[in-house]
């Protein structure tokens, strides 16, 4: 899982789009995502931070209120990971908003 994470990241980084499609499909309101999910989400984020910055809106907006889901520590742990990386792309998004493309 950890392989196809990285794997999904990487090509994230030249075709974010049709990544994005794809793990999207993987990622329902109401459904508590897998760990790699959110993990492959994060690792996005920071590998490609002006293609993700935009996702982050609807991202956020069906993750946080399932993190009410999340009983198992390692669930909770993966949401916290992941809203640190999220954190981190944002400020380096902002800090180098002349580049952004939007």
Not at 15 to 24: G, Q
Not at 39 to 44: E, V
Not at 57 to 72: C, E, F, H, Q, W
Request: proline content about 6%; some cysteine; glycine content about 6%.
């Amino acid at each position: 899982q950890e392989a196809a994470s990285d794997v999904l990241v990487e090509l994230g980084k030249r075709f974010l789009n049709k990544v994005m499609e794809e793990i999207l499909g993987k990622f329902q309101p109401g459904i508590l995502p897998h760990p790699f999910v959110l993990r492959t989400f994060a690792n996005l984020a920071t590998a490609n931070v002006f293609g993700m910055v935009p996702f982050l809106n609807s991202i956020l907006g069906t993750l946080l209120p399932m993190l009410g889901m999340a009983r198992a520590d390692c669930m909770k742990s993966t949401f916290c990971y992941a809203l640190q990386r999220f954190s981190e792309s944002i400020q380096e998004y902002l800090a180098g908003r002349d580049q952004a493309p939007d």
